[in-house]
């Protein structure tokens, strides 16, 4: 029996284990939401918005590894899935994205709604085409799936109005089964890199997400070399916890001095399945062998001395195989010195960090005078938010994480033991991503908890999808930082000399918000009320929004603050001491 071109593509999503598929129904997808209207274990998700569409289905892809599924309408709705594109291929989530497009006679004709889908997701896509022909379809969308898959990218299949509803003259059926295997380096190479490691007094360890898959070999390294592991935000998920005895942090400007000495204090820099992008982090005049699947990253952020192209587990279990024990290569025991050294000053730091996020802190003599300076309204401290939130939420939590101050809290707050997760836009940088990340999360397992770390900027812009949340009943628990301001903005301007503008935002009560849309919301601007209420929002059946009132002048300081941010930083508040008073703020 023939079967039309919307069948066809929804039952080989359903053959390939896709559960839910993400969107905003009309028009053109007429045809395609009404075959999975129809298909017993695929569901669709109806967004308020497209772009939550998109993050939704990118969420699902970097959980499992598999594929999201998203799908936008004619003109402005695949318009509006292009964020969330971005930060899914920017992450290497393969996604497929099926386009809406006008009826093929009006193609090219400036028609209503007419958008060229082709031109539109050239940027984004490593795949995209649009079908003209019912009989062009198992081919186009066996490629599209195994290229998303396989280049760990965005696939966008558009399908115009009048071609879902065709029959196709010959069905067969789809073949999307990819075996991607497992890639090494050249032995010649390995030796080499062996060799460099073992004539290096002082390695230390970049670990990123892709090398999350081969913890024990990556853990078994870093005896081997002594080594201490900076990781990055992505590689907390898999590295982090108390089995861990080698890693000190993140670097960057969300990091801590003992990772930065870590790596400035290394004569060798090892860098295993990671692309961290900011150079000005990097030291200068280290030897460094870089690891990574992708020839591409080789060298582009650091000179490097040797790279390595291949799966990070195979990579460093041929590494293990070729060192000595001792920096001569012979069987004495390696200095450990750099390595201990490295987490004392790791250890040090986090003790000092645990007393800013105490609920009492500000109760004590230091803490008065702390307040004093920056908190004089007494709001919440989101420090101690973000402990209250790691002490209660499970150990096998998917925590998500808003661009901004509320990734800030996390990252050095929220520690990723146990089988916990982590998901942002961490490559991209996009705002308002946390909750429908989250909501993607939460579809794919509903007993699993799942926590979303949100701006007041991130959330009211898609504040919309909160409906999806309280439609479907997703138990996902939205914790709101809520400091009145687009927080890192703020903190960017401030460190380069210029007064806060344009960041103060007009907040309602969130959580009255929540509750006229019939989730429960809960509103905290009492320090001795943080901690019940956070336990009593993660104990809340459904969908639950803790708007907590945080302090809108904590400043995270960097891992290695300059003389030129402190000064500009000083500045900054000269003027807007200045400015308050009603008079102009000078140049």
Not at 155 to 175: F, K, Y
Not at 292 to 302: F, L, P, S
Request: charge should be negative; charged fraction near 25%.
């Amino acid at each position: 029996m023939a079967r039309t071109v919307a069948r066809v593509i929804v039952d080989a999503l359903s053959e390939l284990g896709v559960r839910q598929v993400f969107g905003v129904v009309g028009d053109a997808l007429n045809p395609l939401t009404d075959a999975i209207r129809t298909t017993e274990d695929l569901d669709w998700v109806g967004c308020r918005h497209e772009e939550a569409a998109a993050f939704a289905a990118s969420a699902q892809s970097q959980l499992t590894g598999t594929l999201g599924v998203c799908m936008g309408t004619v003109g402005p709705g695949s318009v509006h899935l292009l964020n969330g594109l971005y930060d899914a291929a920017k992450s290497h989530a393969p996604v497929l994205a099926i386009a809406g497009q006008v009826p093929l006679a009006e193609v090219g004709g400036d028609y209503f709604q007419e958008v060229d889908n082709d031109a539109l997701f050239s940027d984004v896509a490593v795949f995209r085409a649009t079908v003209t022909s019912p009989d062009q379809l198992p081919r186009l969308l066996e490629t599209a799936v195994r290229t998303a898959l396989g280049r760990k990218g965005v696939a966008v299949l558009t399908v115009p109005g009048d071609i879902g509803e065709r029959e196709l003259t010959a069905d067969r059926p789809t073949r999307l089964s990819l075996d991607t295997g497992v890639s090494r380096p050249e032995e010649a190479a390995v030796r080499r890199a062996a060799e460099l490691l073992d004539a290096s007094e002082r390695i230390t360890l970049l670990v990123g997400e892709g090398a999350r898959a081969a913890r024990a070999d990556v853990l078994a390294l870093a005896d081997r070399l002594a080594a201490p592991m900076v990781l990055t935000l992505k590689a907390k998920a898999g590295f982090e916890g108390g089995a861990n005895p080698f890693q000190v942090g993140q670097t960057g400007l969300i990091g801590n001095p003992a990772a930065a000495s870590a790596l400035q204090d290394a004569d060798t820099l090892l860098l295993l399945g990671t692309d961290f992008p900011y150079r000005e982090w990097y030291p200068e005049g280290r030897s460094v062998v870089q690891v990574d699947t992708e020839a591409t990253h080789i060298g582009r952020r650091v000179p490097v001395d040797i790279g390595l192209v291949g799966d990070t587990g195979a990579t460093v279990r041929d590494l293990l195989s070729h060192l000595g024990a001792a920096p001569d290569g012979g069987g004495g025991t390696r200095d450990r010195s750099h390595l201990d050294t490295a987490r004392e000053r790791f250890d040090a730091w986090r003790t000092g960090q645990a007393r800013l996020a105490d609920p009492a802190h500000d109760k004590g003599i230091v803490g008065r005078l702390r307040s004093a300076l920056d908190n004089r309204t007494h709001d919440i401290r989101p420090e101690a938010l973000a402990a209250a939130v790691d002490r209660i939420a499970a150990e096998d939590a998917v925590f998500t994480s808003d661009t901004g101050m509320a990734t800030v809290w996390l990252s050095r707050f929220v520690e990723m033991r146990g089988e916990r997760k982590l998901i942002g836009s961490y490559n991209l940088g996009s705002m308002a991503n946390a909750m429908p990340q989250a909501l993607g999360a939460q579809c794919l397992d509903r007993d699993r908890q799942v926590v979303a770390f949100c701006g007041d900027g991130g959330l009211s812009m898609l504040l919309g999808d909160l409906m999806t949340l309280k439609t479907y009943q997703l138990p996902v628990k939205l914790v709101l930082f809520d400091n009145r301001r687009l927080g890192m903005v703020k903190l960017e301007q401030e460190q380069a000399g210029l007064p806060e503008f344009g960041t103060e935002l007009d907040n309602p009560d969130f959580a009255a918000v929540a509750q006229a849309m019939g989730i429960t919301g809960i509103r905290v601007t009492d320090p001795d009320e943080l901690q019940d209420a956070v336990q009593r929002a993660f104990h809340s059946p459904g969908p639950v929004l803790l708007d907590v009132l945080t302090n809108p002048e904590e400043i995270a300081v960097p891992a290695k603050p300059t003389v030129e941010q402190g000064w500009g930083f000083a500045v900054a508040k000269v003027k807007e001491v200045v400015r308050s008073h009603g008079e102009p703020a000078g140049d």
